[in-house]
């Protein structure tokens, strides 16, 4: 008989969503009961002491261990009556603190699918534009303070001049922030450096040349650029690392949304209409 269906993402998910919804019932089962016993199972202690033997290096003595037994019944039992008490209610900390275990209950079932490389492959073809690398380059930089300078046109041809007949670039620049040279930066990190956009003027640059003056957000610059690797699109065997995770975050919320739309058909919601913020100063 073949198996191939449990690998199909559809069928999983619907298990997933199905388990989700299972353990849901059962925190709200066990949160309503009447029963008052606590049960310190096997289990239980030896999570106690695998906890103790992480921050400790080594197994907990038999008194340390029951300590920690003893420490854990006192939390459950006055968890328990703070619960019958009602004091997790309208705490902000406790509601945000219950929403993330949901989450992450979420994100630890669909961390045990593996997917095929069939299924990643469509998502990152799906999401091509995400996977596309912005373009590198290494380059040097002489700066020009336009403020400083009265013919900044001028002086550029000059000192275009020099560069060319090999003078160090670093004794003609004007005192600025920036560093000299730049090694191996994508697009993204020129803009965030000199302004927005200003990656764009090395598209119409000759490489290896001394070309400019080019406009940034702090003045005029002339640019040689030694090495240029064009925007392109990531190779999937590259990046199925991403892949995987990406994809992983976009079913793990896609589970929480269809989780959350069918918790939300057990409750009838009213809202009331909000007061505009001149008629509560009237008021």
Do not use: C
């Amino acid at each position: 008989m073949s198996l191939h269906w449990i690998r199909d993402p559809s069928i999983q998910f619907a298990a997933i969503g199905a388990m989700l919804f299972a353990v849901n019932g059962l925190f709200q089962s066990g949160a309503t009961g009447g029963d008052e016993e606590i049960v310190i199972t096997q289990n239980r202690i030896q999570h106690l002491s695998n906890i103790f033997e992480r921050g400790w290096q080594r197994p907990p003595e038999p008194v340390e261990l029951q300590g920690l037994i003893d420490d854990y019944v006192r939390e459950e039992v006055l968890y328990r009556e703070a619960m019958k008490m009602g004091l997790d209610e309208h705490d902000t900390v406790i509601r945000r603190r219950m929403r993330m275990k949901m989450e992450f209950l979420a994100k630890d079932l669909v961390d045990a699918i593996e997917p095929t490389d069939q299924v990643l492959e469509n998502y990152y073809t799906a999401n091509i534009e995400k996977y596309t690398l912005p373009a590198r380059y290494s380059f040097e930089q002489v700066f020009l303070d336009s403020e400083k300078r009265t013919e900044v046109a001028e002086d550029a041809r000059i000192i275009l001049t020099k560069l060319t007949a090999g003078t160090d670039p670093k004794t003609l620049s004007d005192s600025n922030l920036l560093q000299y040279r730049f090694e191996n930066v994508s697009s993204e990190r020129v803009d965030r450096l000199f302004g927005s956009d200003f990656s764009l003027q090395f598209l119409e640059l000759e490489p290896n040349q001394w070309s400019g003056p080019l406009t940034s957000a702090y003045g005029e610059h002339l640019v040689r650029i030694s090495a240029a690797e064009p925007r392109h699109q990531a190779e999937f065997t590259e990046i199925k690392a991403d892949v995987l995770r990406d994809w992983q975050l976009d079913e793990q919320k896609n589970i929480l949304e269809t989780q959350y739309q069918t918790l939300k058909e057990n409750y009838r919601i009213r809202v009331a209409e909000p007061v505009a913020a001149t008629e509560e100063a009237e008021q």
